[in-house]
Each structure stands twice: as structure tokens, then as C-alpha cells.
């Protein structure tokens, strides 16, 4: 957009140009998304690659008959998206860009009517392509951007965060926020591919790519118990973009997402699965306004949901300890305020999964083995809240 408002992109995040060399450190993997035919648009069966620097796979996922690409990044990420131009521009594409603002401030409807006015006056056909180049709130945007002109064009991610890499890229989520919440307007559109460049995570502020392992972690307990031992081997290791235990953290999440998405793209059942931790994560994100990333409150929301496993005698108190000790690890926060219940009550209310009056929440009957249990009665979640409480004075926020 021509001006930009400011946004809570996170403080820090590199106003150069995110590496997208060509510089080879080892073969790229490729993840297959469900078992479908791999043709974009609703389908599943597409690939996600993961590796370095992997700009020059762009064409292969755009189509054969596309003409004209739309590049989606977010302003500070304009030095990549031009990058990205260049190079399709080369390869004889029509490129353009559409800069939107950083962050939650991209997911507005006045952006995303922008991006249909550059569609529209370039003449975009269903043939042609939408590329996003950024985190989750830009493939979010160019999603639901892409899920909506001419009723579905082909969309190809280019995640540059860990959280995206992991999550909002894979699975085909698109939405923009309101003035009444976040993602209530959006509708499933699958990418034609994704690709995780590896080197885009060098330049990353390091509280972003923390805040992303969150949702690894999460993937560790709902489906892959390697995933923690890895983290519990070498925090360290964990949360260096050079490393090849980083590499794997990575490719193991999105095998876990792409095996759920593969066998259920619309959540109506084991896809809620990823909302581990998530329903209190919600509700802290809204009490505190957005300011709290994403990362931080799925790690507060996590330890939350342990808690209330354990006060139902579905996770041991050793499993709920190693929840604590593996996010400690890396620095994730695993305690909030203990002044605010009434708030996150209500945001507790509004999840998506909850039916009617009954509140539902992904609990693990052990590590690996997560279901959505219905809870009957709200003290058994203020018992949980208690255990997670910090008196307020006393309360570090370290994300
Ligand atoms: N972020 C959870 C999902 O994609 O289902």
C-alpha cells in the first residue's frame, strides 16, 4: 500500500534484504501435503520444500500457464520481495509487488481490497499466480487474497519465519481480522506449494525465531516425541539457524501438519489437534491486545492445557514438569498474570472449537496422543489458571 500504517512487527526485524542466494549447503527435502493430485487451488498433494536457497524453484510451482505474478510482502521485507521480482522478471514473468503493512496491520480488508485493485488492473487471470513473501500474516492476507479473485488463483508461500515455515504457510488457513477478532473472515485455499528457505532465518530477530519454536514444541507434544528430546539434547542447537537440528525441528513439524492437514483440511476433527495450547493462547493474545506474540502465549497456553490434563489424570505430574523444562529451555515464558480470569474466561468463551455453552480443549493423554475433551465446569479451568498464575508484580514477560 502507498502508506503503510505502523504495525507490531517486531521490533528488530531486518530492513535488508532477507538472504535468498543461491548458495547450496545440502540438498533440499521435499514434504508432501496429503495425497491428492498436487495441482494447487483446493488440492491437496503439494509439496513443501525445505532447504537453501531455493528462489530458482519458484517457477516450477507457479504453473505452467502463468503469466503474470503478484508478489505479497510486507514493507519490511521489501528489499526480499524485490529480489523475488527480479528473479521472475527474468525468468520472463510479469512481476509486480504489492507492499502491505508489517505484521496483524496487513490482515484488514482495506489491504487485501488493494491487492484485488492490483489484480485487477493488471489483468489477472486464473491462470496467473500470488506469491507471498513473509510470516504468517502475509500468507494469511495473500491467501485469502488469492482464495477470493476469480474465485481461486494459485498461491505459492515463501514463509520467511519459523512460526510460518511450521504453521501458518502449510495447510491452506487464509483469513484477515475485523474489528470483532482475529480470523473470522477466510476460508480454506490450499498453496500450490511452499517453500522454507533456510537462510531467510539468519537475519530473523532471535525473540521471533523462539517464539516460532513454540508451535515445533507443540508439534512435539501432540505427535512427535523426537521433536523434544532434540530440544532437550541442545536448546542451544535448537534456536541456531546455522544448525541441522533446527533443519530437523523444522522438517518434523510439517511432516506432523502435513500428515493432520492430509487426512483432514477443513478441521472438522483431528486438525483441531494443532490447536494444542492454543484456546488459552487466544485469550491471553486478545487480553493483552496483540502485543504478546503468538510464540509466547501457545507456550503459556501449553503448559495451561497441562495442567488441566493433569488435574483430569490424563498426563502425569513428570509430563507436565517436562513441559515446563523443555519451554524454559529455550527462553518461552510459561506463566501469566494471575489477575485476569474474568478476561480470559471470556476469550476462552469465544474459541472456535467450543459448541454452544460447552467449552472444548486439545488435551494429551500422554505425550503424543492429543484429543478434544469437553470441560463441564469452569473452576476445573481456574484451578489450571492457578497453577500458572504470577502475582503481577512479579510477572516477566520474556518474548
Ligand atoms: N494453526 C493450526 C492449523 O493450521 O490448523
Redesign the pocket.
Given at each position: 500500500m502507498s502508506t503503510p500504517t505502523d504495525s507490531g512487527e517486531p521490533a528488530g526485524t531486518p530492513q535488508a534484504s532477507t538472504p535468498l542466494s543461491e548458495t547450496q549447503h545440502s540438498e533440499p527435502t521435499t514434504i508432501t501435503v496429503g495425497e491428492g493430485t498436487g495441482t494447487g487451488g483446493d488440492e491437496l498433494g503439494y509439496p513443501v520444500v525445505v532447504g537453501n536457497g531455493l528462489l530458482s524453484r519458484l517457477p516450477d510451482l507457479l504453473g505452467t500457464q502463468a503469466e503474470r505474478v503478484l508478489i505479497i510482502h510486507p514493507r519490511a521485507l521489501r528489499a526480499t520481495g524485490d529480489v523475488v521480482r527480479e528473479d521472475l522478471e527474468k525468468a520472463g514473468y510479469t512481476a509486480m509487488v504489492a507492499e502491505i503493512p508489517d505484521a496483524e496491520e496487513g490482515k484488514h480488508i482495506q489491504v487485501a481490497a488493494f491487492c484485488w485493485q492490483v489484480l485487477g488492473q493488471n489483468d489477472f487471470t486464473r491462470s496467473d499466480a500470488v506469491v507471498s513473501v513473509g510470516g504468517g500474516a502475509v500468507s494469511d492476507l495473500a491467501g485469502f487474497v488469492a482464495a477470493t479473485w476469480l474465485r481461486g488463483v494459485r498461491v505459492v508461500h515463501m514463509p520467511t519465519t519459523v512460526l510460518g515455515m511450521v504453521?501458518?504457510a502449510?495447510?491452506g488457513?487464509t483469513g484477515i481480522n475485523t474489528a470483532e477478532g482475529k480470523n473470522l473472515v477466510g476460508s480454506f485455499h490450499q498453496p500450490a506449494g511452499v517453500l522454507a528457505d533456510l537462510d531467510t532465518l539468519i537475519t530473523l530477530p532471535r525473540n521471533e525465531l523462539v517464539s516460532g519454536l513454540a508451535e515445533v514444541i507443540k508439534c512435539g507434544f501432540i505427535a512427535d516425541e523426537r521433536i523434544l528430546t532434540l530440544i532437550e539434547e541442545s536448546p542451544e542447537a535448537a534456536q541456531n539457524p546455522h544448525s541441522a537440528q533446527l533443519r530437523e525441528l523444522i522438517e518434523r513439524s510439517i511432516r506432523v501438519?502435513a500428515e493432520i492437514?492430509g487426512e483432514d483440511a477443513r478441521?472438522a476433527d483431528r486438525?483441531e489437534h494443532?490447536?494444542y495450547g492454543?484456546t488459552l493462547a487466544h485469550a491471553i493474545e486478545l487480553a493483552e491486545r496483540y502485543q504478546w506474540r503468538h510464540g509466547a502465549a501457545v507456550s503459556v497456553g501449553m503448559v495451561f492445557a497441562a495442567e488441566l490434563a493433569h488435574s483430569l489424570g490424563r498426563l502425569s505430574e513428570a509430563e507436565v514438569d517436562r513441559h515446563r523444562a523443555v519451554l524454559t529451555s529455550l527462553g518461552l515464558p510459561i506463566t501469566y498474570r494471575d489477575d485476569r480470569w474474568n478476561q480470559l474466561l471470556e476469550g476462552i468463551r469465544r474459541d472456535k472449537k467450543n459448541r454452544g455453552d460447552v467449552l472444548r480443549f486439545v488435551l494429551l493423554n500422554g505425550i503424543g496422543n492429543p484429543a478434544t475433551v469437553e470441560i463441564p465446569d469452569a473452576s476445573m479451568l481456574y484451578a489450571a489458571y492457578q497453577e500458572i498464575g504470577e502475582p503481577v508484580s512479579g510477572t516477566t514477560i520474556s518474548l
Open positions: 504453521d501458518a502449510v495447510g488457513k501438519k492437514v478441521e486438525r494443532l490447536n492454543h
